[in-house]
């Protein structure tokens, strides 16, 4: 036997023991190349003794191929295991910086609206305030919104007053406001729909310029002669409702209702935000439902022209 020979079973043996005891890869791949290396190092350590035997030598050539064959697809399965591994590891990864990105933009969020709250609570916020038709401003919000409710599988629908004629001489309803400040309560009350309706149900957005008594009306200095009407605003769902003993809670912070909280998100304030931007109005807001059907958010301001 060629001195070589000796060294090479070795390795060949030593190398299929390596990969019989490793146990940081795939299984299937593992046996079939630590075999195939232990069997290859067998066929060489004998085979120089009988390769001079005729009938021996053809099958000498193919038991060599076919333990080439075995080996480079037992090393093709590791490599593949291996490679599988790693993206496995990377997919994990990056689910995790997508999952800790979330925290930290839920944080952000968190922050920014108990900043915002307090910053209302204490009537440090200066409202823009401007004179804006009610159709106009209601309908300028409702076509923002709608593609977002229906890409959220639902219907949207709009229940308003007939319009006008452009050359009536009635006056268009009017109302004093910051139009960006209802707007975030317009969207506060939208989302907050959204998030409760299933798929395939409709939210509803209404309005109408109703006459109230002095108590029930909202507190807009609106000055002498303007009358006791208001324009109220309604988003209704068909939803899973509010429970009548957390009715009263919905608008203080952080509440979201045992039912929902953990299943709808959020931080819990957008409701608090909206009453305090309400109030700063001098307006009011409050909410009706009934569990299982669905609830109406109303918010009512007084107008400055009937």
């Given at each position: 036997?060629?001195?070589?020979?000796p060294?090479v079973?070795?390795?060949?043996?030593?190398?299929?023991?390596?990969?019989?005891?490793?146990?940081?890869?795939?299984?299937?791949?593992?046996?079939?190349?630590?075999w195939?290396?232990?069997?290859t190092?067998?066929?060489?350590?004998?085979?120089p003794?009988?390769?001079?035997?005729?009938w021996?030598?053809?099958?000498?050539?193919?038991?060599a191929?076919?333990?080439a064959f075995?080996?480079?697809?037992?090393?093709?399965?590791?490599?593949y295991?291996?490679?599988?591994?790693?993206l496995?590891?990377?997919?994990?990864?990056?689910?995790?910086?997508?999952e800790n990105?979330?925290?930290?933009?839920?944080?952000?969020?968190?922050?920014?609206d108990?900043?915002?709250?307090?910053?209302l609570?204490?009537?440090r916020?200066?409202?823009?305030?401007?004179?804006?038709?009610?159709?106009?401003?209601?309908?300028?919000?409702?076509d923002?919104?709608?593609?977002?409710?229906?890409?959220?599988?639902?219907?949207?629908?709009?229940n308003?007053?007939?319009?006008r004629?452009?050359?009536s001489?009635?006056?268009m309803?009017?109302v004093e406001?910051?139009?960006?400040?209802?707007?975030?309560?317009?969207?506060?009350?939208i989302?907050?729909?959204?998030k409760?309706?299933?798929?395939?149900?409709?939210?509803?957005?209404?309005?109408?310029?109703?006459?109230?008594?002095?108590?029930?009306?909202?507190?807009?200095?609106t000055?002498t002669?303007a009358?006791?009407?208001?324009a109220l605003?309604?988003?209704?769902?068909?939803?899973?409702?509010?429970?009548?003993?957390?009715?009263?809670?919905?608008f203080?912070?952080?509440?979201?209702?045992?039912?929902t909280?953990?299943?709808?998100?959020?931080?819990?304030?957008?409701?608090?935000?909206?009453?305090e931007?309400?109030?700063?109005?001098?307006?009011?807001?409050?909410?009706?439902?009934?569990?299982?059907?669905?609830?109406?958010?109303?918010?009512?301001?007084?107008?400055?022209s009937?």
């Amino acid at each position: 036997m060629a001195p070589i020979i000796p060294l090479v079973v070795a390795i060949y043996f030593w190398t299929g023991l390596a990969f019989l005891k490793a146990g940081n890869i795939e299984v299937t791949g593992q046996r079939i190349t630590g075999w195939s290396f232990v069997l290859t190092g067998l066929h060489f350590g004998n085979y120089p003794l009988l390769r001079n035997v005729e009938w021996f030598a053809p099958w000498g050539y193919l038991i060599a191929g076919a333990m080439a064959f075995l080996l480079a697809i037992g090393i093709l399965l590791v490599y593949y295991q291996q490679i599988k591994n790693s993206l496995t590891e990377s997919e994990t990864r990056l689910q995790l910086l997508a999952e800790n990105a979330q925290d930290l933009i839920y944080r952000y969020r968190l922050i920014q609206d108990l900043f915002d709250l307090a910053q209302l609570e204490s009537r440090r916020v200066k409202f823009n305030l401007e004179q804006v038709a009610v159709n106009d401003l209601i309908l300028q919000l409702f076509d923002k919104y709608r593609v977002d409710v229906l890409n959220a599988g639902l219907r949207f629908n709009l229940n308003s007053p007939a319009p006008r004629e452009p050359d009536s001489s009635e006056t268009m309803p009017t109302v004093e406001v910051d139009p960006d400040q209802i707007e975030r309560v317009f969207a506060n009350l939208i989302y907050n729909a959204v998030k409760h309706t299933p798929q395939g149900r409709t939210v509803s957005v209404g309005y109408k310029i109703v006459q109230v008594d002095g108590g029930r009306a909202s507190r807009a200095r609106t000055g002498t002669g303007a009358g006791c009407f208001e324009a109220l605003v309604k988003v209704t769902d068909t939803g899973t409702g509010i429970s009548p003993k957390e009715l009263p809670y919905i608008f203080n912070r952080y509440y979201k209702g045992a039912a929902t909280a953990e299943k709808t998100g959020g931080t819990g304030l957008g409701l608090a935000i909206s009453k305090e931007i309400i109030e700063y109005h001098n307006g009011r807001i409050w909410a009706e439902s009934v569990l299982n059907q669905g609830s109406t958010f109303c918010f009512a301001q007084r107008l400055i022209s009937p």
